[in-house]
């Protein structure tokens, strides 16, 4: 079954609202990622949080990891029509390179001009 | 740096033939790889981790003997999907790593079965 839990399923908002997506997990973590996917298409690396850190930024993103609610969420400020996606956490439990991700359900984000 | 591609982008093909997707890893040795299947509006799910010169580690569920895969070198993963029936018509990425957290993922090879 799947690790993850992500809120909301789908999420419509005016371009330069902030969008916040909410995943949940149910075992103990190494760290966390979250990814972005346009349809039909790969999967983008936007950002990972350490089991050991709470909250962490890159450019217009902000995510946040409470390892003791096992929650993480992901904030999109000043969304963009372009950041319509579908966004997934996923969960690694390994340290090697061989540490497998558990993926959440996904949140669909459209963001309307 | 960190590219994975894979290949082909989409095939169609008659149910009960076998169909061959690649993946590579283009500008780095990739110490393990992994091979996901996702169907419409669902999210990845894990079929199987391959590292380089030994056997795959298949997902509970996952049957290796219809998802061969094989990890011949650091940066070539191949999935071939035996018997291919129109329930195995699926969005298959692959993923490589080279480092302890981040996996690096192909485009996706989309496969449907006629």
């Known amino acids: 079954s799947q690790q993850g839990e992500e809120d909301p399923q789908a999420l419509s908002i005016q371009e330069g609202e902030n969008a916040t997506m909410n995943c949940s997990y149910k075992?103990?973590?190494?760290?966390l990622q979250w990814y972005r996917q346009n349809s039909g298409r790969g999967l983008v690396h936007l950002i990972l949080?350490?089991?050991?850190?709470r909250e962490k930024h890159s450019g217009r993103l902000r995510v946040t990891l409470d390892t003791s609610k096992k929650s993480s969420s992901l904030l999109i400020t000043a969304s963009r029509a372009a950041d319509t996606a579908s966004y997934f956490c996923?969960?690694?439990?390994?340290?090697?390179?061989?540490?497998?991700?558990?993926f959440g359900e996904g949140t669909q984000l459209t963001v309307n001009p | 740096g960190a590219v994975v591609s894979q290949h082909p982008s989409r095939v169609i093909c008659k149910s009960g033939t076998s169909v061959k997707i690649e993946c590579r890893s283009l500008?780095?040795?990739?110490?393990?790889m992994f091979w996901y299947r996702q169907f419409p509006k669902q999210s990845l799910m894990l079929m199987a981790t391959?590292?380089?010169?030994?056997?795959?580690?298949?997902e509970q569920g996952v049957e290796k003997d219809k998802f061969l895969i094989n990890h011949a070198s650091l940066t070539l993963s191949t999935l071939t999907v035996t018997s291919a029936h129109p329930e195995d018509s699926s969005f298959y990425i692959c993923?490589?790593?080279?480092?302890?957290?981040?996996?690096?993922f192909g485009p996706g090879t989309r496969l449907t079965v006629t």
């Open positions: 949080i350490r089991s050991n850190e």
């Open positions: 500008d780095f040795q990739a110490t393990t």
């Open positions: 075992t103990s973590i190494n760290n």
């Open positions: 993923s490589a790593s080279k480092d302890i957290y981040e996996q690096y």
């Open positions: 391959s590292n380089e010169g030994s056997k795959a580690t298949y």
């Open positions: 996923a969960t690694g439990v390994g340290e090697t390179s061989g540490s497998r991700l558990t």
